[in-house]
């Protein structure tokens, strides 16, 4: 939202990295610059709060449109199950992003298409508004024109011609996307962003590539597309050309990169209901002992879904209202004991540092696209293994403290942190779950090491009743080789959860074949 507030201040929308000192002339397309303005009013007006109110009425208002859609034609049970198992998938983006506004636009340009046999004027008119809306809130607006692709090629496939008219809608909806602050290249960003990617996000990897890190953690969607594909074989008769068309191509897309598991939802929602409802319809004629039984199972298995998701949400989060900092204190510590000049970061705090600390600049931020490809492949990540790129930046920008987010689960080892605690001329002065805070042994910076110093025989565990938090803290100690205090840290989860079950959420710990972590340790746990 510090993108919003300085589009407003400036009058323009950014075209370079304004927010980090390592490249701040950068170009920086801003694809979703109109969608920070919104959140920045709305936070303005009624707190973070109200932000998560009005992103949980975009939501909802996108899944109304699409049962606005089904109710009037389908039953009930089919309806509530396929809405069950895809709002699971859509728990799994819930932080508060500008594609909920894309999930809205998926969801109008669906009923539009297929709630009107012809594009009349008005219709026309809705989705290119609609469109150029979304070219300035989201990387997603490719998917307009795409969708009305589809629609056209379904009529096509049906009645083996597609008049000049919805032709001219395509055209004009595809022209939409020019109506943004980059024009042209803009308009085909979408389809050029990932050449300069060079951070392996999680989320923007394939299925197939989570499912070799994770293995149980997407079974639930390559189930739900192999469900969906089988909906699709045994009711062929009662498909439409649509319905295949959107199917295939949002799994595919879904398939590619796990992002885009909102527009798989929000596609191929309508196909799944119709084929779920006339499947059970088919096959219930043959049982009569008992009224539309079919029904009653989906009915309780939803049922059941439900209460165990929300069980699950609970068990993790709580019960309560609000949003999680988890940077909160680890930023504070820094403001409340004014340490200055450069910081080092690295990418998952970047976002949350310039939040908190603008117009002090950051040595990196969480927007691959804002930065050069060979920074992250030739410097960021090698210098994760290899200490000595470090000390070759810290003799360029010289920096006076170091703030990292330690929650990177993709090993138990971390060199660079193992050359942090033990010989970088750095000492920890902070230390949570979620970051930890370190500053240069200098004159400048004697009284808060005195005062503030963090050593192995400083820290206890005796407090600490999160499950959670209490991993998080192992998994940091094994990065620095702090290996007795991540027994002690084991020794304590033990205590406060004897099942062990916190560990089935962090399967890298398995991988990591953790010597005090016994395979039996991960079997313990028994959900019923």
């Not at 939803?302 to 709580?318: C, D, E, P, T, Y």
């Not at 949350?352 to 117009?359: D, H, K, N, Q, S």
């Not at 033990?422 to 808060?448: C, P």
């Not at 999160?466 to 192992?474: A, M, N, Q």
Request: aromatic residues 16%; positive net charge; hydrophobic residues 50%.
């Amino acid at each position: 939202m510090l993108l919003a507030q300085i589009t407003l201040q400036e009058q323009h929308v950014p075209y370079t990295n304004l927010l980090s000192f390592t490249y701040p002339n950068y170009p920086f397309m801003a694809t979703s610059w109109l969608s920070e303005i919104i959140f920045y009013g709305v936070v303005k007006a009624g707190g973070f709060s109200a932000l998560l109110l009005f992103s949980t009425g975009i939501t909802l208002a996108a899944c109304l449109v699409q049962l606005k859609f089904v109710l009037s034609r389908y039953s009930f049970g089919p309806i509530l199950a396929v809405s069950t198992l895809y709002l699971i998938f859509l728990g799994t983006r819930s932080d508060i992003r500008p594609e909920f506004f894309s999930m809205l636009f998926v969801s109008l340009f669906i009923f539009i298409l297929r709630s009107y046999k012809k594009l009349m004027l008005l219709t026309s008119l809705i989705l290119i508004v609609i469109e150029v809306l979304w070219v300035n809130m989201h990387i997603y607006f490719v998917i307009g024109p795409l969708l009305i692709a589809l629609s056209l090629l379904d009529k096509f496939i049906v009645h083996k011609e597609v008049s000049i008219k919805e032709i001219l809608v395509l055209v004009a909806v595809s022209g939409a996307t020019l109506l943004n602050p980059n024009g042209l290249r803009g308009a085909l960003y979408p389809l050029v962003v990932f050449q300069n990617y060079g951070f392996p996000i999680i989320e923007n990897q394939s299925i197939y590539s989570l499912f070799q890190l994770s293995g149980e953690g997407v079974l639930l969607p390559i189930i739900c597309i192999l469900i969906l594909v089988a909906l699709l074989i045994i009711g062929k008769k009662n498909t439409k050309p649509i319905d295949w068309l959107l199917s295939i191509s949002f799994s595919i897309l879904f398939i590619s990169n796990y992002r885009n598991i909102l527009l798989f939802v929000f596609a191929t929602f309508i196909p799944a209901v119709s084929q779920l409802n006339f499947t059970i319809k088919r096959y219930s004629r043959k049982i009569t002992s008992i009224p539309h039984p079919p029904f009653i199972v989906f009915y309780l298995l939803s049922i059941f879904l439900v209460i165990v998701v929300i069980a699950m949400s609970i068990s993790q989060l709580g019960i309560g209202f609000g949003m999680r900092d988890y940077g909160k204190k680890s930023v504070g510590f820094i403001i409340q004991n004014k340490i200055d000049g450069r910081l080092y970061n690295n990418f998952d705090i970047g976002g949350y540092l310039i939040y908190r600390l603008y117009p002090r600049f950051v040595f990196l931020d969480n927007r691959p696209e804002a930065y050069p490809a060979s920074f992250f492949e030739k410097t960021y990540l090698p210098m994760q293994d290899n200490p000595a790129i470090f000390r070759q930046l810290n003799s360029k920008y010289k920096f006076n403290a170091l703030i990292v987010s330690h929650r990177d689960g993709v090993a138990l080892k971390n060199n660079l942190f193992r050359y942090f605690m033990q010989n970088s001329g750095f000492s920890l002065v902070y230390l949570d779950s979620y970051a930890f805070v370190m500053v240069q042994n200098s004159t400048a910076n004697r009284e808060i090491v005195k005062k503030f110093k963090i050593t192995q025989d400083s820290i206890r565990f005796s407090d600490e009743q999160d499950p959670r938090e209490l991993i998080y803290y192992l998994s940091f100690f094994g990065k620095i080789g702090w290996n007795d205090k991540a027994k002690e840290a084991f020794s304590q989860l033990k205590k406060v959860d004897p099942t062990l079950c916190s560990l089935k959420a962090f399967p890298f710990l398995r991988q990591a074949e953790i010597d005090f972590i016994s395979e039996n340790d991960f079997r313990k746990c028994r959900i019923i």
